[in-house]
Structures are given as C-alpha cells and as structure tokens.
C-alpha cells in the first residue's frame, strides 16, 4: 500500500509544474520559451488522461503511433524536397537529403520495438477501444507512398534529361552521381520495407497471423505478407533482376583455381 500511495504522488507531482533548481524556476505550465516553441501544452495534452486507461500499456501504445504519424510527417516533408531538387538537378543536396530520410525510417523501425514489449493479453484489452481503426487509415503511411510516387517520377524525368536508361546507371562506365542517388533511394526504400516487416512481426506476436485472423478493418493478417515487400520504387528493384537476366558466368575464375597478379 506504501508502494502504491508513494507512485501515486510521484504520478501527480510530474504531472503539474516541476521547479527546476538550474534554472531556478517552474517548468511545465506551457509559459517558457522551450514549452511555447515546442506547444509542449498541446502536444502532451493529446494523450488519455492516466485514469481513464484501460490499461497502463495503453499510454505507450498512444504514444509510439502518434510518434509514428510526426515521423512520418517529417519523411514525407522531406521526400517533396527531394522531388524539387531531382527536377533541379541539385544532386549533392538529394544526396543530402536521402541520407537524411533514411535515418528516418530508421526511427520509425526501431521505437516501433517499443510496442513489442507489450503482450497480447494486454493489447487484447486496448484492443476493445480501437473501434475499426486500421494502419492504411495513416495519413502519415499514405503521404509517404503519396510523395514517394511523385519522387520515382523525378528520378525518371532526371535520367531522361542525362539521356540514360535505369540498368545503364548500374552499367561498365557508370555515371557515379545518377547511381549514388538511386542507390540511396534503395536505401531508403530497403528502410521503408524493414518498418513493414517489423509491423508484420508485431501483428503476429500480438494478434497472430493466419486464417481467420482478422484486423480490425476486417482484413485478414495474411495480407501484410503482400504488403511489406511492396517498394516504394519498384523501377529500382527490377533493374536488379533485369541485370541478373543478362548476367553470365563467363570471365570469372573457377573456385580455387590460381589467380594472375594484375
């Protein structure tokens, strides 16, 4: 019980202003420069108050997939500068950029681990008070495939422009800046998918997936198997296989056999 009443005043004490002894004043009323900038007020006020959780997993489960929305937002915000500065010809900044985005993604893949600490008993109890909700549902998700559509149109209208075809980019005298670009755009595309994968294994260690397992927009949990191996640029991806096809295995070196100093 001691236990109890003393978590329930640490709960109500970081819950209102905290005096801060460096700065020698009160922080969390929303009225310094930090708090105002960041609309700290607001964005911490877009949670479920602690007593109306149907569980305390509740809160992080809010939590990673409203910081899934701003990461997203961000990649999506990035990816229409992306499309200006292909059209631009601006390739250092592109580069930049995607390096950039790629991070990103990695953000996004790794705090959504944090879910997988959940059990499913527990996400079964969230689970009541979700209604039909669904992931397609994202407007972060579907801004992304959004953007990232207008950028491989980009990138085709850039290797228009150098008067080049894609599986020229990966030819014997590659144009080095054209195929430092695409290769960061697999980068990230590569990225993109691993979140997807990590989706599909968070669906399967708490709702599982098989027949009759259904989300919660009614679509079975065996389809996301199809979706996270869809890529963003499906162009860069096929060029791949295209130079497999016409791959040989003459002018190599049997295996073990000596090889001449060059």
Request: glycine content about 8%; charged content about 25%.
């Amino acid at each position: 019980m001691g236990d109890e009443t003393e978590a329930t005043r640490l709960r109500t004490a970081i819950g209102k202003p905290i005096f801060n002894p460096v700065l020698k004043s009160w922080v969390g009323a929303g009225v310094t420069d930090y708090e105002m900038y960041l609309r700290t007020s607001d964005l911490l006020a877009l949670q479920t108050a602690h007593e109306d959780l149907t569980d305390s997993d509740e809160l992080m489960f809010q939590i990673v997939h409203q910081a899934q929305e701003i990461w997203l937002k961000l990649l999506a915000h990035e990816l229409v500068d992306v499309v200006g500065e292909l059209d631009s010809h601006a390739l250092w900044e592109v580069s930049a950029r995607l390096a950039r985005v790629a991070r990103i993604a990695d953000c996004l893949a790794e705090e959504l681990r944090v879910l997988e600490t959940m059990t499913p008993d527990t996400y079964q109890v969230i689970r009541r008070s979700l209604g039909q909700g669904s992931g397609q549902e994202s407007p972060g998700f579907n801004a992304v495939l959004t953007a990232a559509e207008y950028v491989a149109a980009a990138l085709d209208r850039l290797l228009e422009r150098e008067g080049i075809a894609l599986t020229d980019v990966y030819g014997a005298t590659p144009p080095q800046h054209l195929k430092r670009v695409c290769e960061l755009l697999v980068d990230l595309d590569e990225r993109f998918q691993m979140w997807l994968v990590g989706h599909f294994m968070l669906v399967r260690r708490t709702i599982g997936v098989g027949r009759g397992v259904n989300a919660l927009d009614g679509v079975p949990t065996a389809v996301l198997t199809g979706r996270m191996t869809k890529p963003l640029f499906r162009k860069l991806w096929q060029s791949r296989t295209e130079l497999t096809a016409s791959w040989h295995a003459g002018g190599g070196y049997a295996p073990g056999a000596e090889r001449s100093s060059r």
